[in-house]
């Protein structure tokens, strides 16, 4: 199937927001029509428009408790009766609630959601509710019953209800296992799934909006079965839907089938379908497990001890500021409970980061949970320490590290610390924007083959990938790892995933991050059925798992250990202060082998006085994403897509402005499902779910990047023009590209905002450009095309043999020696970058950096230590037109190794000494 085969139609990409337009559109109609009733005029075309509203919202709302079909059947009845005054107020009230979301903070919902309730019962009920402030969801039931058996399920659960319970929740049930796919997906206020045993299979609701949900079934597979079978299978679905929601299953089964085997998503079976009770305490006990949060709450209670500070931080609690005169106003600015929680103490309730074993300990493990980790591990001062950390706890000197050459800078100085030696990975370049995409496979394996055919495969540890870019070029992690696992068993895989750690609470989006394909290979590979596929390919081929020339190698389930560390920016995309980031750990080998190593990296780059408030707030953005990240990240991909929509439909915006697609920032060799576009103006929405299955790199789509070549414009001005005129704040720019990257805090405000802005601009460009001259349209040509045509992107070029470890032909360089080797400035000869340093390199002169030279953007290094400058990259950096590079001074020109220096480092390289890991301390000793 390919893109042009196969779209998802007209109308908003996200069902939820097709459902709020359609509530938005009936309050309207309904007006609509109860003005035309009050003027007596003919009310055909009015009534004909409300009532494709409720047909549609009949589907919609069979899939919610609130309003919920019962809503919807009370205001059919007062549309057939002629009741349009009564119609318009509570169509107008239900509009009100949804979109504001209010009905989901009342406690007592269902007495707003009646089908019988007036206004005024209405608003007491959501008063009395609103003052008692309990978090509102829904449980999906998925059963066959008719409405006699749901009432008396619905009052059986209500009359359960007690005061003291911390949350409220309404039912709303299902007949159909695809109907089941299509709650779990659509309705994300769904917490808790009960599956009872008299569900058919083929939903009676058709909509194109669902099309995308039912394609989970096929997508991820659905044996045919009946009873107990299927209710089994339909929860190993919903889980790898939705893995934070608590599955419960009501059978009358016999005990020896069910008891031992229903593996692990149901976290209760109940035998008696009256058990309402316990049913009523599982649920609440279900959601409560992923609304604690152990530090967030043990920090509140000690900020509310009325506690004598004799230690440091005299701005604990306040007193300081409160006692002084001069900065009250920062108190004021940030309030009292900040500096309430300001402490340095560990006892008292509280915990040690360093070293865990209470409160932080326990949202650590909840972290672990929420991520699909093994352990997760806070860090408090960023990803760039995160990646050190790991980096330190894996790496010796003279290991050989695999990395992306454009990866964050925290990478690169992560080796030169730890003396591991990096290959580096050229990514396919993006030559007319400017950037780079990601490394292919072949490229790696390429790369692993040459280490092998030189003997060198035992001395690679690790693989370093950035997942996804900063543009938002995403790999395929389970693919990549499994081909690398193939050549190396034991690889350490380093997903950076700063940005995107919003990406496992997506269904979609998922399945291409660290963790998730770590869970997946091992399950995978420890699996009977390929281990028989293992030994009928290692049979077939007489080699270990090379069956087939034509079909990459197998991975020998005897010698694979799945290792796999991801690093998180939570504070990028999820709810954390600043410099709040997570180090997620699924490594078979990490007890036995890493934990005490890591320990002591973890020790060497966290501060002694890491930052409570950061924890906290790690420890609360944990349980947000466990209760609610399902619906912010969809709601986010939802509002990427209308931006791409809109600047695509906007007849005012096309002429300066255009959405780069999959097309454009991915080649047509790795997009084997053919997908070109997400949107297209002409064939509606492309299926994202078919890139995310088949494609070696996908685009993630709650990354923007609009090409702004045409306006005459670089980049850097754009977003200074974008922040000082308008206040609107991007990140990432490139020559002639905006990256505008949607997060779970943005609303449909900002994104009508930004396409209002980018109009007002675009006309202020069309009027100016009317009254341009002749010269002044001609010098507007020549900065287009000067944007449009971008310098060729360098590759790196290679060490030099001084920083080589020997003289195979290998790729490794010794980044730490030359670091160090800067350090003594008799070493280094500046020279200035020009077109005479580059006829000089084209001439056969050999120039060698002594620093790491970042030009922003692209904003990684295009130099490091011991590399030899290329006539590619001077050119490169000739012809960029950016304001900022770190690591050159325009009036020294670049540090360079002088000869004399490069001499004496290969005269006095150092044998490699080899040393197993595990070897006792006193056969390291050379002598």
């Known amino acids: 199937m390919t893109a042009d085969d196969d779209t998802i139609g007209p109308g908003p990409y996200s069902a939820p927001q097709l459902r709020m337009d359609t509530w938005n559109d009936f309050q309207l109609r309904a007006a609509w029509l109860n003005e035309f009733a009050k003027h007596n005029r003919d009310l055909a075309e009015p009534r004909r428009l409300v009532e494709a509203c409720i047909a549609n919202l009949r589907i919609f709302e069979s899939y919610w408790a609130f309003p919920g079909p019962q809503r919807i059947a009370r205001l059919q009845s007062l549309l057939e009766r002629g009741a349009f005054a009564d119609l318009a107020i509570e169509t107008r009230e239900l509009a009100r609630q949804l979109v504001g979301d209010s009905y989901r903070q009342h406690a007592e919902a269902e007495d707003a959601s009646a089908a019988h309730a007036d ?9 009395r509710a609103n003052q008692r402030n309990r978090p509102y969801f829904e449980v999906l039931v998925v059963d066959g019953v008719d409405s006699f058996d749901q009432d008396e399920l619905r009052d059986g659960l209500r009359a359960c209800r007690r005061d003291t319970d911390e949350f409220v929740y309404e039912i709303v049930t299902v007949p159909s296992l695809e109907d089941a796919v299509i709650a779990v997906q659509f309705n994300w206020t769904i917490q808790s799934v009960f599956l009872r045993y008299n569900q058919s299979f083929h939903t009676e609701n058709k909509h194109p909006a669902f099309d995308r949900y039912l394609r989970a079934i096929e997508r991820m597979g659905m044996p045919v079965c009946f009873g107990l079978d299927r209710s089994v299978a339909l929860g190993k679905l919903i889980k790898a839907l939705r893995p934070e929601l608590d599955l419960f299953l009501v059978t ?22 009256e058990q309402y009770m316990e049913q009523h305490l599982s649920i609440l006990k279900g959601v409560r497990s992923r609304f604690e949060t152990p530090f967030f709450d043990a920090l509140r209670r000690f ?51 360093l070293q865990p074993r209470g409160p932080i300990k ?26 050190k950390i790991v980096s330190q706890a894996l790496l010796e000197p003279g290991d050989i590290v ?48 040459e280490l092998k055919a030189a003997g060198k495969l035992d001395r690679v540890k690790m693989l370093i990938l950035t997942n996804c870019t900063f543009d938002g070029i995403t790999y395929d992690p389970q693919r990549v790892m499994e081909r690398v696992l193939a050549i190396k068993p034991d690889m350490v895989f380093l997903w950076d995933e700063a940005w995107y750690a919003y990406a496992r609470f997506s269904p979609v989006l998922r399945r291409r991050t660290g963790m998730d394909a770590a869970a997946t290979l091992r ?43 991801s690093t998180h920016s939570t504070h990028k995309t999820l709810t954390s202060l600043r410099q709040g980031s997570m180090i997620h750990v699924y490594d078979e080998d990490f007890e036995q082998q890493v934990s005490d190593s890591f320990r002591e990296a973890f020790m060497t780059h966290t501060s002694t006085s890491p930052n409570y408030q950061i924890v906290a707030s790690l420890d609360a953005g944990r349980r947000q994403v466990e209760l609610e990240g399902f619906e912010m990240v969809e709601q986010t991909i939802g509002l990427a897509m209308t931006l791409r929509e809109r600047i695509n439909e906007h007849p005012d915006l096309s002429r300066f402005f255009s959405v780069l697609r999959p097309e454009d920032m991915i080649p047509e060799e790795h997009r ?31 990354r923007v990047s609009l090409y702004i070549g045409a306006t005459g414009i670089d980049g850097d001005a754009f977003r200074h023009l974008l922040m000082d005129r308008y206040d609107i704040q991007i990140n990432k720019t490139s020559r002639n590209t905006l990256l505008f990257m949607p997060n779970i805090g943005t609303t449909r405000g900002d994104i009508a905002y930004l396409i209002d802005v980018l109009v007002e601009m675009s006309h202020e460009f069309t009027d100016k450009l009317s009254l341009e001259s002749s010269a002044g349209l001609s010098r507007h040509c020549a900065r287009v095309q ?78 490091v230590p011991g590399q030899v400058l290329s006539a590619e990259i001077i050119e490169y950096l000739l012809e960029l037109d950016v304001k900022e590079i770190h690591g050159y001074d325009p009036e020294k020109g670049l540090r360079l190794f002088a000869e004399s220096a490069l001499e004496r480092a290969n005269q006095s390289k150092e044998p490699r000494i080899e040393v197993e890991r595990g070897t006792p301390w006193a056969a390291r000793d050379p002598a």
């Open 119 to 127: 206004q005024s019962k209405q608003r007491k009920a959501f008063d």
């Open 252 to 273: 009358d089964a016999p005990l020896d089938r069910v008891a031992g085997n229903l593996g692990t998503e149901f976290r209760r079976v109940f035998y008696r379908l």
């Open 303 to 353: 900020s509310a001890k009325p506690t004598g500070v004799f230690h440091a931080l005299p701005i604990a609690r306040g007193k300081s500021m409160s006692s002084g005169h001069w900065t009250r106003d920062l108190l004021e600015f940030y309030g009292e409970n900040i500096f309430m929680a300001e402490t340095s103490a560990t006892s008292g309730g509280l915990d040690s980061l």
């Open 362 to 387: 326990r949202a650590q493990d909840l972290a672990a949970r929420a991520f699909g980790a093994r352990h997760t591990f806070f860090v408090t001062n960023g990803t760039s320490t995160a990646n």
């Open 402 to 449: 695999l990395v992306d050459r454009d990866c964050h800078k925290s990478h690169h100085y992560a080796l030169v610390l730890s003396g591991a030696m990096p290959v580096y990975l050229d990514s396919y370049p993006l030559t007319q924007y400017s950037m780079y995409g990601a490394v292919p496979l072949a490229e790696i394996e390429r790369q692993l083959e």
């Open 523 to 565: 399950n995978k590979f420890r699996s009977a059925p390929y281990r028989e596929a293992y030994r009928t390919a290692l049979k077939n081929s007489g080699q270990r798992g090379d069956a087939n020339p034509d079909q990459p190698p197998m991975v020998d389930p005897d010698r694979v250990r799945i290792r796999v560390y």
């Open 672 to 702: 084997p499902s053919g997908t070109k576009y997400y949107y297209d103006r002409e064939r509606g929405w492309g299926p994202l779910d078919e890139a995310y299955l088949y494609d070696e790199f996908v685009l993630d789509p709650t």
């Open 786 to 863: 000067s944007l449009t045509v971008g310098p060729p992107l360098p590759n790196f070029s290679r060490f030099h043999d001084a920083f080589k470890p020997d003289d195979l032909p290998t790729a490794e360089g010794d980044i730490r020696r030359a670091f160090y080797l800067s350090y003594d400035d008799r070493n280094i000869e500046p020279a200035p970058m020009n077109r005479a340093m580059l006829r000089e390199i084209r001439e056969g002169r050999e120039f060698v950096s002594a620093a790491f030279v970042t030009p922003y953007p692209p904003g990684f290094p295009v130099l």
